[in-house]
């Protein structure tokens, strides 16, 4: 049974790094296929994709995030990371990591497992 | 980006009731979308891909149709276990938008 778990600091300055790492079990991040993902929701609002990664490295990034995150993985502890810099009361959210998979053979893609998500609150 | 725009925001309805959320793309999407469910202080849960597809373990109350830019999900006998808050989301292009959601609540 895959599991994911978010984990990381639950309060962060404004202008400082925010820093969250997804442990995932029950499969591996070196899997071909899957695309390891983070998604945040402000409270009270809606769903925004961040990005991904590949296991080999690959990212993808939301525009609007992308001159600010950093998405990596480390195969050797079965981990991805977030990394959001120079954040703002704006960017106090849940944020969720998931797997970004698609049916077999077709090009049709989702978020099928999330974890459970931790609240980052961005204040002095 | 792809704008997503579900109506109604919010419902209210009855056990045994039809309900009818709809998501309309900016642009056309074919059929990239995909649906979730959200209760409160969970993550979503997939309930639809390609637009019409059931995902396993879902009931099959649950459908989902369109293509293009105009989208329904449907629940044809409302259970009390499905009051919560329904989010479409294209998976066209980049940035994978979501729509603003639509929170169900049973009378």
């Known amino acids: 049974q895959v599991q994911l778990q978010e984990s990381g600091p639950g309060l962060v300055k404004p202008s400082e790094t925010l820093s969250l790492t997804c442990t995932v079990s029950g499969a591996s991040v070196s899997s071909g296929g899957y695309y390891w993902s983070w998604i945040r929701q402000p409270p009270g609002k809606g769903l925004e994709w961040i990005g991904y990664i590949y296991y080999s490295g690959s990212t993808n990034y939301n525009p609007s995030l992308k001159s600010r995150v950093f998405i990596s993985v480390d195969t050797s502890k079965n981990q991805f990371s977030l990394e959001l810099t120079s954040v703002t009361a704006a960017d106090t959210a849940v944020y969720y990591c998931?797997?970004?998979?698609?049916?077999?053979?077709?090009?049709?893609?989702?978020?099928?497992?999330w974890g459970r998500g931790t609240l980052v609150t961005v204040s002095s | 980006d792809i704008q997503m725009t579900q109506s109604p925001s919010s419902l209210s309805a009855s056990v045994g009731d039809r309900v009818t959320i709809t998501c309309r793309a900016s642009q056309s999407i074919g059929n990239y979308l995909n649906w979730y469910q959200q209760k409160p202080g969970k993550a979503p849960n997939l309930l639809i891909y390609a637009a019409s597809s059931l995902q396993s373990g879902v009931p099959s109350r649950f459908s989902g149709s369109g293509s293009g830019t105009d989208f329904t999900l449907t629940i044809s006998s409302l259970q009390p276990e499905d009051s919560a808050t329904y989010y479409c989301q294209e998976t066209y292009s980049n940035p994978f938008t979501f729509g603003q959601g639509a929170k169900l609540e049973i009378k």
């Open positions: 998931a797997i970004w998979s698609r049916h077999s053979g077709s090009y049709y893609w989702y978020f099928d497992l």
